[in-house]
């Protein structure tokens, strides 16, 4: 089966570090979203590209966060400086997303999760 | 803007029975999908059942089927004889694949599931 692989699953550092989360969605995928999700706000999206394009990243801190699409295969997510409150699960999905009507399009596939402790 | 709303915090059943997750949107739109995403201890997210807003009939997958209602905005999730494995925290979500700039995915506040043995 097809995965999304993300990277790393678990991470540690102190506040004001920079963090780097990295995704690499199913090939052949054309949207690759990032969530966060929290005991107290759930699942919330912070970004999202189509075709390599962000198309939405309002949900976003911008100060601090950044999210790129360098290339197809690889979606990073960056918190610079990091900070207690960004301690989350931050999951990457990448989906097939199409206007038409199609069996096998629009659902999306989640990565396992990256679970990120700011102490 | 679209809204997932889940009433039901958490729920408990007995091992094969039979438990219904209830699920509401809002939506001002036509054609849309429907899911039901289920996330187990091990956090991994895992699709269990989609729904074209167009097709009529509700979609099944094995002991998971939903009700949808259209019209009522309603989409429940029911599980047959429920297993140990079952047990997990279960979200509801909508995606409108219309919209150009509004392709995403938004997700229900979550239902936790405990099947007891």
């Known amino acids: 089966d097809a995965r999304v692989t993300q990277t790393p699953r678990h991470k540690v550092t102190e506040m004001g570090q920079e963090v780097t989360m990295r995704c690499q969605p199913i090939?052949?995928?054309?949207?690759v979203f990032w969530y966060r999700q929290t005991m107290m706000q759930g699942l919330e999206l912070l970004a999202y590209?189509?075709?390599?394009?962000?198309?939405?990243d309002s949900g976003m801190p911008k100060d601090r966060f950044s999210a790129e699409m360098p290339d197809a295969t690889l979606a990073t997510l960056k918190i610079q400086p990091s900070e207690p409150r960004d301690s989350a699960v931050y999951f990457c999905a990448s989906g097939l997303v199409l206007t038409l009507q199609s069996s096998g399009a629009n659902v999306l596939t989640f990565g396992a999760g990256s679970r990120l402790t700011v102490l | 803007a679209q809204t997932v709303t889940q009433s039901q915090p958490e729920m408990s059943v007995q091992e094969a029975e039979t438990v219904t997750l209830s699920c509401t949107y809002d939506?001002?739109?036509?054609?849309?999908?429907l899911f039901w995403y289920k996330q187990p201890p091990s956090r991994q997210m895992i699709l269990v059942i989609r729904?074209?807003?167009?097709?009529?009939q509700n979609a099944t997958e094995n002991r998971f089927s939903v009700n949808f209602q259209k019209a009522a905005k309603s989409f429940s999730l029911k599980i047959s004889d429920s297993q140990l494995g079952d047990t997990a925290m279960y979200f509801c979500a909508f995606m409108n694949p219309i919209k150009a700039a509004g392709n995403k995915l938004t997700f229900g506040g979550g239902t936790r599931v405990l099947v007891k043995p």
């Open positions: 729904q074209e807003a167009y097709k009529q």
């Open positions: 090939l052949g995928h054309n949207t």
């Open positions: 939506t001002s739109e036509n054609n849309y999908y």
């Open positions: 590209f189509r075709n390599r394009a962000p198309l939405d």
